[in-house]
């Protein structure tokens, strides 16, 4: 079993307070920084020595070694976040998107002298629009919500271009993620929520009452965030278009249909896919993403510009797209994580599909062995096949311990592991939301079945000590509540604290 090193690692300035030397510079060299210095007048020299640590070379790398070894991600262990697809990232990906020749591109160079960038951004449009069944592809969009906010846009010109400017609703599931109200929201739509029916699909009934000339269209993730593909899915496109209105489709869950099925396919008239959940790119740190937008039909001419397109001589930015909603980011969006879902694209070709196989495989099985411990459920769906993930309720399990769904996830925690995605969707009552991606082989997901095993037993025989967990972790368990308010951070956070003093320091 994996285990967190328990270092207790002190901020760099404490560990750099003796006036050690990391570097002996070489006496030409220091020589010619000295006289550089002189060339500075006296005024703007400064007249105390600067706070910054001074260690030896080897107490940096023992320092950054430690500090790497108190975290955790995705080179160390699966991240089964549900929803956010976090998958195993190839280092061949890393490897070309690191290159000088990719880092050091400027923006404003001659189009000339980057033809071949050109044609990898050009290759990728092609091939997402293939995989999504669309006709037309931007890449501009920075995040999954980025892309959510162009499609939407997209939407309200289309209706505003026709005048029918009464259109102002977008209907969104209740098992929706909070980035769909919102984008539609920031878009200038009212929201009406709509309905899962027992069976984890949207209630078409429900749907269908909602439905009016004011309907500008719906926003719909399929699967859903049930890990449920939306059976009467055709039956709500009809629907939806017979009123008026469009179909947008949140792609975060591409990974369960990749190269099987296609939204375009289903009626969606636009599409977001978030290349570093379905693809590659490392994520969830706060890493750049990439929300490609791709559109069919009616929408097709409003994707935001510019597109990259070929005159069978030169790749070129293509500015006029008629009725483009315009930018949504700086330049053509972030480039390297398209690159390196572009690699990751280029080496599995058609083989693609097996990521949907193996994906929902992996899901089903690990469904069907942890349904079988006392206290979980399905609460929607529950004779149904999952596709990429698969939504847990601890409900029962709560009802008889008391132990929360927050409480396992901080005792996998102690076993090794990174929590899955917890009290999401808001419809299932004590939730974890596990997707295990294609990365994972059958020996991890049973070690992940086998942790399950052993909390739901301490559950019921020991409720008590799992309020405690996690403890064989170098932070222990954190009061959520002080945790994410930014002013009571400081004393929950020992780290954050002291930093503070030392910012103080550096100051006075
Ligand atoms: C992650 C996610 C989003 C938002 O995507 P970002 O790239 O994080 O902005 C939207 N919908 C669903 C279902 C998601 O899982």
Known sequence: MYKQAKWDEPLIFEVGKHSKQGLLVDDEFRQEFLDAINDIPGEYLRKTGPLIPSLSEVEVVRHFTRLSQMS?????????????????????????AGRDSVCFIH?????????????????MQTWLKEITGTDVCSLQPPAGASGELAGALMIRKYHEDR??????????????????????????????????????????????????????????TNPSTLGLFESRILEISDIVHKAGGL???????????????????????????????TFAAPHGGGGPGAGAVCAKGVLKDYVPAPIVDYDGRRFYFKYDVRRSIGRVSWFYGNIVPIIKSFIYLACLGPR???????????????????????????????????????????????????VTAEDIAKALLDRGFHAPTIYFPLIVPEA??????????????????????????????????????????SIKRLDPLPANHPRTMAPTYKYIG???????LLKG
């Open 498 to 504: 002291r930093l503070k003093e030392h910012r103080k």
């Open 352 to 402: 693609v599909r097996e990521v949907a196989e193996i994906s929902v495989l992996n899901t089903n099985y690990f469904m069907k062995e942890v349904t079988k411990l006392p206290g979980v459920d399905l609460v929607y769906g529950r004779d149904r096949w999952r596709k990429h993930e698969v939504v847990l309720s601890f409900n029962k399990l709560h009802r008889d311990t008391g």
């Open 247 to 277: 179909l947008y489709y949140d792609g975060a869950n591409l990974n369960g249909i990749l190269g099987i099925a296609r939204p375009g396919d289903m009626g969606f008239d636009v599409v977001h896919i978030n290349l570093h959940k």
């Open 163 to 220: 005048g029918e400017l009464d259109r102002n609703e977008m209907l969104i599931p209740d098992s929706a993620h909070g980035s769909n109200p919102a984008s539609a929201v920031m878009a200038g739509f009212k929201v009406v929520k709509i309905p899962t029916d027992p069976n984890g699909d949207t209630d078409v009934d429900a749907l269908r009452a909602s439905i009016s000339n004011r309907t500008a269209g719906i926003m719909l």
């Open 72 to 96: 955790y991600g995705i080179d160390v262990g699966s991240v089964p976040l549900g929803s956010c697809t976090m998958k195993y990232n190839p280092k061949v990906s890393e490897d070309i």
């Open 432 to 473: 974890h939301m596990v997707e295990l991606t294609e990365s994972e082989s059958k020996e991890y997901i049973d070690s992940l079945v086998e942790a399950y095993k052993g909390i739901v037993r301490q559950a019921y025989s020991a409720p008590e000590s799992l309020r405690r967990a996690p403890q064989n972790t």
């Open 107 to 123: 923006p404003y160079q001659d189009e000339s002298t980057i033809q071949g960038l050109l044609r990898i951004l050009y290759l």
